[in-house]
């Protein structure tokens, strides 16, 4: 990988995975709510573990759809992402650096293996609309 500065200071691998996965997550880098202290997360060199703290009023899978973007950025650039409650009006999501292979705290599956694993998974436990009887009879 190339050298990248973010503000003429370094930049590691994961801390341009997650530029690239909050970019596409809010919709542009401008778009993401931080709070001033994380900030200064992308002015290092961390390997390892990239926490940011924003201000969200809700993470959700369809209508405002940033926690199906989160899901997809994770697939797409191999980062784990774990998001954690602050108090009622933050939260924090934390960027750990994966890769293709290895043990099951090293890998992060690419999103064509995600879908082709939901897919079995599916098909074995029969999720089809309508194949859950839910009135118990």
Same mark, same amino acid.
């Given at each position: 990988?190339?050298?990248?500065? !973010? ?5 590691? /691998?994961?801390?341009?995975? #997650? ?5 596409? !997550? ?5 778009? &993401? ?13 961390? /390997?390892?573990?990239? /926490?940011? &703290? &924003?201000?969200?009023? *809700? ?21 784990? !992402?774990? !998001? *954690?409650?602050? =108090?009622?009006?933050? +939260?924090? +999501?934390?960027?750990? =650096? %994966? ?7 090293? %890998?992060?599956?690419? +999103? /064509?293996?995600? +879908? ?5 998974? *599916? ?11 839910? #009135?118990?009879?």
């Amino acid at each position: 990988m190339t050298q990248v500065t !973010i503000n003429g200071k370094p930049c590691s /691998e994961l801390g341009w995975k #997650t530029v690239k996965a909050l970019d596409m !997550i809010f919709g542009g880098m401008h778009n &993401v709510p931080f709070s001033v202290k994380s900030r200064k997360a992308f002015d290092q060199t961390l /390997e390892r573990l990239i /926490e940011c &703290v &924003v201000c969200v009023p *809700s993470f959700a899978s369809y209508d405002f759809d940033l926690l199906t973007r989160a899901t997809i950025a994770a697939h797409l650039f191999q980062v784990r !992402i774990e !998001i *954690s409650g602050v =108090n009622q009006n933050y +939260i924090s +999501i934390e960027f750990y =650096n %994966r890769k293709n292979g290895g043990t099951m705290f090293e %890998r992060h599956p690419n +999103i /064509e293996s995600l +879908i082709e694993r939901l897919k079995t998974e *599916s098909a074995k436990h029969n999720y089809a609309p309508g194949a859950i009887d839910y #009135t118990g009879e």
